[in-house]
């Protein structure tokens, strides 16, 4: 890093570890272009998944320091609105180069502060970086309508423009993608200025990525980034300088979160939790079936809102499936992170670990058949980290809560079925619709499942549906709450209100009359009573 020890986001506080970090950190909000301790007397431990270690200390800060980042955002706005869209935009190309820059940097530390492989982390950035590349079309994105002669001598047009301070709060596992990539750049490109709150329990890409932001040529203030107690959100929220905001996070604190805002009059939009179902039809390629759901169950180790923990088999080919998913997932290698050669890493926290464990005891009360136990996983040299191995549970009948509820872990249920129809409504009885999936190599079948399926994205053959962002993540029923997606045309508009004006001219030496008009087609009329 260039910034000296004055100007970063943290404040190492002792020693080095030379399996991880490099140093125990203390980390600083910024607010105002400036990286600011915090005042607070509380700190929550932020760790190293892989083993089990403190890296940082993250701060649960004071409301005036809310508050402060929210004054900041709002101050720098109006200038930032005014900037031309071209100038905007050419801090995005410069942030994307500094991404490309700074690579391999931004991958390890996601891989040492969340856990996930290095090339799930590389994904993640990646990503990020897609999103702030889409968002330096903005002003393509930013054009609006026109229409000339709407009425007799009547134009009308359209302006998107940007609408003030928005809020993003942030999930932990995607710490750079979500705030960096769905969030920030189209907010920015538009013309508004940002607060984000981090994830406490992986804050450290976030803040990097603030650094970089800065060094792009982001004017102070317009990018905040702070961390706080889970209670103090609400004080964001309810704050009257905040216009809209943007949550990823669990269903439960998301309907929450969209209620509050929504009745402050803010636009809000909320991704919430996921239990994405594939079916397997009995004509699939059993063998590329079976390593999709491997990986779209295990990537990240299961920590992802479009994961696929839930496979509904057609009984014809459900043992063959079954035999096929046990082989492949004891095959996987457990291990930290940031070693290259590791295909399934740990899990974010100890309390994330202790609940999964709690998920695979309560699916053998429930009755499923425990095909593959990954309990009691142990990586040599990591002993103190947060792993769990692939864990298969087969004959998941309806009313079993595993399969029916977000476990968020490398917990994959099959539950059997006769055909297709059976099929598509065992799916279609979640509550919880992000995405699905189907395998087979009929197109009759592909193409009632797409049709008729709840999922809001979905796949045929793609295990992780997730599309390019020019189009949005568009999850369905309790798994998102408003009225527009995140990124694509859908997030132009989220960070954006229309304008429409519509004029006239008069001549000089104008006869006097008065033309009105009352907003019909040929209802362009003079005092006269006479229609154009």
């Known amino acids: ?234 004080l964001f929220i309810q704050h009257p300088d905040i216009v809209g905001v943007s949550f990823v996070g669990s269903s439960e604190t998301g309907a929450r979160v969209y209620a509050e805002a929504a009745a402050e009059g803010k636009r809000v939009q909320v991704l919430g939790e996921a239990k994405n179902h594939a079916l397997v039809m009995a004509d699939c390629a059993l063998e590329r079936t079976a390593a999709g759901i491997i990986n779209a169950f295990c990537g990240c180790a299961g920590q992802r809102c479009m994961a696929l923990p839930v496979v509904v088999a057609e009984e014809p080919v459900a043992d063959a499936l079954v035999r096929l998913l046990r082989e492949k997932a004891a095959h996987l290698k457990l291990g930290p992170a940031y070693d290259k050669n590791t295909t399934l890493g740990p899990l974010v926290s100890a309390s994330r670990r202790k609940n999964v464990l709690d998920w695979i005891g309560r699916g053998i009360r429930e009755g499923a058949e425990l095909v593959l136990d990954g309990r009691g996983i142990s990586v040599p040299g990591y002993e103190n980290g947060f792993f769990i191995g692939p864990t298969l549970f087969d004959h998941v009948t309806p009313g079993m809560s595993i399969g029916e509820q977000e476990i968020f872990g490398p917990v994959l249920c099959i539950k059997r079925v006769r055909d297709f129809e059976e099929g598509l409504s065992v799916m279609n009885a979640n509550p919880f619709a992000n995405g699905s999936v189907i395998y087979t190599q009929n197109g009759r079948y592909a193409r009632e499942f797409t049709r008729r399926t709840h999922g809001g994205m979905v796949g045929v053959n793609v295990g992780i549906p997730v599309p390019v962002c020019s189009f949005g993540f568009t999850g369905h029923k309790r798994s998102f709450f408003g009225d527009l997606h995140t990124m694509g045309t859908d997030g132009v508009r989220f960070y954006t209100e229309k304008k429409t004006v519509t004029s006239t001219w008069f001549e000089d030496g104008h006869s006097g009359t008065v033309d009105t008009w009352d907003g019909t087609l040929g209802s362009l009329s003079e005092n006269s009573g006479k229609r154009n």
């Not at 200038?79 to 801090?91: E, G």
């Not at 994307?96 to 950035?125: F, M, P, Y």
């Not at 134009?155 to 769905?182: K, S």
């Open 1 to 234: 890093m260039t910034h000296s020890t004055q100007n970063r986001y943290y404040t190492a506080i002792h020693g080095a570890d030379p399996k991880g970090q490099g140093e125990l950190r203390r980390l600083n909000n910024f607010i105002a272009g400036e990286w600011k301790p915090s005042r607070t007397a509380v700190y929550r431990d932020a760790f190293n998944p892989s083993t089990g270690e403190v890296i940082a200390k993250v701060p649960a800060s004071l409301p005036d320091e809310l508050n402060s980042a929210v004054a900041a955002a709002r101050e720098a706005f109006p200038a930032w609105a005014d900037t031309p869209v071209y100038k905007r935009v050419s801090v995005l190309f410069r942030m994307k180069a500094l991404v490309d820059k700074h690579l391999d940097e931004l991958v390890r530390l996601l891989c040492i502060e969340q856990g996930k492989t290095w090339n799930e982390s590389l994904g993640d950035v990646l990503k990020a970086q897609e999103v702030i590349e889409f968002a330096c079309g903005m002003p393509q994105l930013l054009k609006g309508e026109s229409l000339m002669n709407v009425s007799s001598q009547y134009d009308t047009v359209q302006y998107l423009e940007p609408v003030g301070v928005f809020l993003g709060l942030a999930p932990w596992n995607f710490p750079a993608m979500i705030p960096h990539g769905w969030m920030i750049p189209l907010c920015l490109a538009a013309g508004n200025s940002f607060v984000l709150k981090a994830a406490s329990a992986a804050p450290q890409s976030a803040l990097r990525f603030t650094e970089l932001w800065m060094e792009a040529g982001l004017p102070p203030g317009v990018l905040n980034v702070i961390t706080c107690a889970p209670d103090d959100v609400s």
